[in-house]
């Protein structure tokens, strides 16, 4: 069973880099695409980037210039890391698995990791 | 502004029907591409719904379905129950620039 575990909380200050991790526990990476999606407080569902096991990544273009995104097979994780951050990127950030099957890619989430609360404050 | 429209919220008592729309238009939804649900509870992670407009992932009751004709979707919900009371977001891809993931800005359903 696919399961995708992501770090606590943090705290970070204005113009700081945020970085996140999320860890694949059971499963692989190969053949799959995975993806960063935010949640400001009280509001809805921000796609942020994707990456696949070759490290092809694809980013939401209100972002592109902010974000890196990378993914390391060997331990199992991929990685996103926004620059120069504000108030306005406080947010749940969650990872999750765009599905692929042998065949084709699609674009729906449908593996969730716990979200990782992130606070900027000014 | 989201980049698919939703209703920010609808309502219906138990045992009854509602619907909630998604819009999209000529680069995203109108192109041709699948629309994906998730229902999400008050702190709680989004979990899929319906994928590829009108599938059900395993465990999901049959209560829920999908549909999709041109540029907009709907979500319906028969049998209301006061557990479905949720916020419910629908999601699709889009083409400009690079193309991307994009999401409805979410319904709330209040069960009545």
């Known amino acids: 069973q696919v399961e995708l575990y992501q770090g606590g909380a943090l705290v970070l200050q204005h113009s700081e880099t945020l970085s996140l991790t999320c860890a694949l526990l059971?499963?692989?990476?190969?053949?799959?695409?995975w993806s960063w999606i935010r949640q400001p407080p009280g509001q809805g569902l921000e796609w942020i980037a994707e990456?696949?096991?070759?490290?092809?990544?694809n980013e939401n273009p209100s972002l592109k210039g902010r974000l890196t995104i990378s993914i390391d097979t060997s331990k199992h994780q991929f990685s996103l890391k926004l620059t120069s951050v504000t108030a306005a990127d406080t947010a749940v950030y969650y990872c999750?698995?765009?599905?692929?099957?042998?065949?084709?890619?699609?674009?729906?989430?449908?593996?969730w990791g716990q979200g990782t609360t992130v606070t900027v404050s000014s | 502004q989201s980049v698919l429209s939703q209703p920010p919220s609808v309502s219906g008592a138990p045992g009854q029907r509602v619907t909630i729309s998604c819009t999209g238009g000529?680069?995203?939804?109108?192109?041709?591409?699948?629309v994906h649900w998730y229902q999400q509870f008050p702190g709680r992670v989004p979990k899929l719904l319906i994928y590829?407009?009108?599938n059900r992932p395993s465990g999901v009751p049959d209560r829920f379905s999908g549909s999709k004709s041109g540029t907009s979707a709907s979500l319906a919900i028969t049998g209301l129950q006061a557990e479905d009371e949720a916020e419910y977001y629908c999601q699709s891809y889009d083409t400009n620039l690079s193309g991307y993931v994009v999401f409805g800005g979410g319904t709330k359903l209040t069960v009545l």
């Open positions: 000529s680069s995203n939804t109108g192109a041709g591409y699948d």
């Open positions: 990456i696949n096991h070759s490290g092809f990544t």
């Open positions: 590829g407009n009108n």
């Open positions: 059971g499963g692989s990476f190969s053949g799959q695409q």
């Open positions: 999750a698995r765009q599905f692929c099957s042998t065949t084709s890619c699609f674009f729906y989430m449908d593996v």
